[in-house]
Every structure is written in structure tokens, then in C-alpha cells.
């Protein structure tokens, strides 16, 4: 497990979440709480043999910034290609301060 440790506090750098979409894809959600370091990470997925992934990724340049209306292109959706299959395994880097979304084919 890796920490986010700031002042006194202190709470796990990595959240994810995984679910199976209707056209059996496995949707994979992380994200990297850590607003300077990325994370190297790898998902182990027991019973199944992944084919191919792709991704996209949300992140930006500063920890503060937002969408309103007078801005709502601040943070936008991209491609992320970053994620290697490795034999029954999906490794990646998260970059510092994102949320990625990994969907794998079986």
C-alpha cells in the first residue's frame, strides 16, 4: 500500500474500483491521490487473460483547477496509453493528481 501523507494526515495515494460493462468489458477506475508523485501500480486479473486495453485520463497541471462555466475546458478528458499487459497482469503509471479509467478486453 502506498500513503499520502500530508501534515498530520494521512490517507492511501491509490483508490480503484472495477466493474464489468454489458459488452464484458472490464472497467477498470484508479486514482492517484497524490498531487506531486505519480504511482506505479499493476492489477492482477485471476481467471481472465487480457487481449487489450485502453484507457483515457483526466489530470491537470495544477491541483486547484476546475470547470465552471465561464472555463469548462480547465480539465478535459484524453487518451491514456500507458497501461502494458504482462501476462495476466495490467501494469501502469499514474501520473500525480488523476483519475484514469482502464477498459480491458477479454
Known amino acids: ?8 494526515e494521512t490517507i492511501p495515494q491509490i483508490s ?6 454489458s459488452d464484458n468489458k472490464i472497467n477498470i477506475t484508479v486514482c492517484n491521490l497524490h498531487p506531486e508523485e505519480e504511482a506505479e501500480i499493476s492489477f492482477d486479473l485471476r481467471g481472465e ?3 487489450n486495453v ?3 485520463i483526466i489530470t491537470s497541471e495544477k491541483m486547484d483547477i476546475y ?3 465561464d472555463e469548462p475546458n ?4 484524453a487518451k491514456f496509453d500507458k497501461a502494458i499487459i504482462d501476462g495476466n497482469s495490467i ?3 499514474l501520473p ?3 483519475i484514469v479509467l482502464l477498459r480491458v478486453k477479454q
Open 67 to 69: 470547470n465552471d462555466f
Open 54 to 56: 485502453t484507457g483515457s
Open 96 to 98: 500525480a493528481k488523476s
Open 16 to 21: 480503484a474500483s472495477c466493474s464489468v460493462s
Open 74 to 77: 480547465n480539465i478535459i478528458e
Open 1 to 8: 500500500n502506498i500513503d499520502y501523507k500530508y501534515c498530520n
Open 91 to 93: 501494469k501502469v503509471i
Open 49 to 51: 487473460t487480457p487481449k
